[in-house]
């Protein structure tokens, strides 16, 4: 069974900064590529970012791209969404993913709140 423990959301004004964390097992950890999907109010799930079981390719969506940075630490089992220069447009509840295109598991999901 797959654990997945976010942590990091709150409230933010445009402009400012927050970090996700995402922690899991050590085999979830280094059998899966990981990442980051969000859920704005009203909208579909939508994958943010997403970093490969060993950390050597990455993906963004376009419109976070130079904003979102996603990486894994080793030694802790977590993953990362750093994000900077927050927009209202970033609102969302960010969910924690591990798996593969056609079985992923979620995490409970964290509120980020981006206020203008």
């Known amino acids: 069974q797959v654990h997945l423990v976010e942590s990091g959301g709150g409230l933010v004004q445009a402009g400012g900064s927050l970090r996700l964390s995402c922690e899991t097992s050590?085999?979830?950890?280094?059998?899966?590529?990981m990442g980051w999907s969000r859920q704005a109010p009203g909208k579909g799930r939508e994958d943010v970012a997403t970093i490969g079981y060993d950390g050597d390719w990455t993906e963004y969506l376009d419109s976070v791209k130079g904003r979102f940075t996603i990486s894994r630490d080793n030694a802790k089992n977590t993953v990362y969404l750093q994000m900077n220069s927050l927009k209202p447009e970033d609102t969302a509840v960010y969910y924690c993913n591990a798996g593969t295109p056609g079985n992923r598991h979620w995490g409970q999901g964290t509120q980020v709140t981006v206020s203008s």
């Open positions: 050590r085999r979830t950890f280094t059998k899966y590529a």
